[in-house]
């Protein structure tokens, strides 16, 4: 079968000195376009200093806090005062995210560098994670006060600042292979409660039973991240990187998973697997972002705040099904008003909804239909940050949510 390929869009482009300075008004004008509504809503930044090295050594590090054993993680993550935010008991899971919250400081960070650090793989992952989040959290508010003065006032900037941290989360999204090794890991676990003494780890044909139990719906979907809305201000994120085995076929059989197996690698089908949705053309569109660059994408709370003036955008993560066996790293910065922000919604000209209508016949509209709650069903006049982030969490997620495992 002839694989088809992909319709994909690049990225405004916007070199970190100039989003610390832009040298002319095009410049903004551009950037406003860019997360405009009649743009995209996410644009790229280049040039980030010394970001190469902390997302080098930090993104590869999801993959493998994926794959430890329950005890063994918890006691890292708990010495690095990260948390986990998804179930990760679960073994059907597709992606593991690791979180943390970070605050905003005005004296500088004291932490350890990458080339400071020395022992154990995780020795500095809390600081690491730190110290690129910041750099995150300081892109944000960069380009927040620059969309101030497009707008005018500065409630977007004042409103992250007010807000006193954001919340960073590395996440690991699971490849076919990733799904078997947390099988066994489960099948091992449980053997090991009932009897004492050491457990053979699953070769060969048991493999192959076990990616039978894998969850048809979970990492076998087209989809790593259902379709959604953030609903912060800003969304930062890393580019991300993907990891591919590089075994040979002879080699399966003996030994699934062997440690050096699993190599870094660009995405191999070209873009980020980020995908948004275009309302015009009713059809998915993958982004593309140049590597080592981070895209910052614009959620709800700025839509809200900006009257409409910066734009939220609609979107998911794929997961290219020619490839089964590639798992994907990435580092995302969640930047959010104060829970006590009051919103305003009278003298906005529209609400912002599903960018879609109920018209739509086309299966993709129809869908997101299905599983996106629109704007005007969450957000009430007067309502804080923090009542909409629960009544969004809740159309969302919750008991008879729209992407509710129970419904």
Not at 166 to 186: P, V
Request: hydrophobic share 35%.
């Amino acid at each position: 079968m002839e694989m088809v390929e992909a319709e994909t869009i690049g990225l405004y482009e916007l070199e970190y000195s100039d989003l610390c300075a832009p040298s002319n008004s095009s410049t903004v004008d551009s950037i406003m376009e860019a997360l405009g509504p009649s743009g995209p809503g996410l644009l790229a930044i280049n040039g980030v200093p010394n970001a190469s090295k902390l997302r080098s050594h930090l993104l590869p590090l999801a993959r493998t806090l994926a794959l430890l054993p329950q005890d063994t993680r918890k006691l890292v993550l708990k010495e690095h005062n990260l948390g986990g935010d998804v179930p990760l008991r679960n073994p059907d899971r597709s992606v593991s995210s690791f979180a943390m919250q970070l605050k905003y400081t005005k004296s500088p960070l004291v932490v350890k560098t990458v080339s400071e650090c020395r022992g154990n793989e995780f020795e500095n992952l809390g600081s690491c994670f730190q110290e690129l989040g910041f750099c995150m959290m300081e892109l944000g508010l960069c380009l927040a006060r620059i969309c101030d003065k497009a707008i005018g006032g500065n409630d977007l900037e004042m409103s992250l600042l007010d807000s006193c941290g954001a919340k960073g989360r590395l996440i690991h999204y699971h490849s076919h292979l990733d799904a078997l090794l947390l099988k066994q890991h489960e099948r091992s676990r449980a053997t090991s409660k009932k009897r004492a003494g050491n457990v053979k780890p699953l070769e060969g044909s048991e493999l192959n039973s076990i990616a039978c139990d894998v969850n048809p719906g979970g990492i076998h979907s087209n989809l790593w991240q259902q379709w959604h809305y953030d609903y912060g201000i800003f969304t930062v994120l890393t580019t991300p990187f993907f990891i591919l085995p590089s075994y040979s076929e002879e080699s399966k059989t003996e030994n699934p998973f062997p440690s050096c197996c699993f190599d870094e690698c660009q995405s191999p089908t070209g873009h980020t697997c980020l995908q948004i949705y275009d309302p015009n053309r009713k059809r998915a569109i993958m982004v593309k972002a140049p590597p080592e660059s981070f895209i910052i994408q614009v959620g709800e709370a700025a839509d809200i705040i900006s009257k409409g003036k910066l734009r939220a955008t609609l979107h998911s993560v794929h997961r290219p099904s020619e490839f089964e066996n590639l798992s994907r790293e990435t580092f995302v910065v969640f930047l959010q008003p104060a829970w006590t922000k009051t919103f305003s919604i009278s003298d906005r000209e529209c609400l912002v909804e599903p960018r879609q209508s109920e018209q739509d016949n086309d299966n993709l509209s129809q869908e997101i239909n299905k599983i996106v709650p629109p704007l005007s069903s969450r957000l009430k006049e007067g309502m804080t940050f923090a009542e909409f982030s629960r009544e969004t969490t809740k159309q969302y997620y919750g008991g008879s949510g729209l992407q509710s495992n129970n419904r």
